[in-house]
């Protein structure tokens, strides 16, 4: 996977991803970082920190897995035009370890494109030390949506 990916910063091919992940709320939330792309990988990178914990100290699952279908997501659309976006039709995640550790990090790749569907794969590893260990591991389903940049789709305000 390395060979093909490239730094999130200098790749040029890829400025509608980088742009649309820049506008994720909850990505900014987290302190996400887009970290690498390349034609149909992403990944996506988070540090850790006390509010993205659950009750042991280990990551949230909800953290895993909202990086997971990013992930997924953002390399379903490396494989799409710009004027295009994308939407999850479903995922599914399986934890395979405590999340303990210093950083997150999840991989999504492509595993079949077709024409509407992408179907894809996310791996999220927790570095402890200097040892990636894998957590989760998911299963997502990503819908194209041709000729709809989510650049202009009209944003909900929250309600006073």
């Not at 149909?40 to 953290?63: S, W």
């Not at 494989?79 to 295009?84: K, N, R």
């Not at 077709?114 to 040892?131: E, H, M, P, S």
Request: glycine share 8%; hydrophobic share 40%; charged share 20%.
């Amino acid at each position: 996977m390395k060979s093909k990916l490239h730094s999130a910063k200098n790749a040029a091919a890829f400025h509608h991803v980088r742009e649309s992940f820049a506008r994720q709320g909850l990505m900014k939330h987290l302190g996400a970082e887009l970290t690498a792309l390349g034609s149909g990988e992403c990944e996506i990178r988070v540090r850790h920190r006390a509010e993205l914990t659950q009750q042991h100290g280990y990551f949230h699952g909800g953290v895993t897995a909202s990086i997971a279908d990013s992930a997924t997501g953002y390399a379903a659309y490396t494989m799409m035009p710009a004027d295009s976006s994308v939407l999850a039709v479903e995922y599914k995640i399986n934890f395979v370890a405590p999340a303990e550790g210093s950083l997150l990090i999840a991989r999504g790749r492509v595993l079949r494109s077709g024409r509407t569907l992408k179907i894809c794969a996310a791996d999220v590893f927790v570095v402890n030390g200097k040892q990636e260990i894998l957590c989760a591991t998911s299963l997502s389903t990503i819908m194209a949506l041709p000729g709809q940049s989510d650049i202009s789709r009209p944003r909900h305000r929250p309600v006073k």
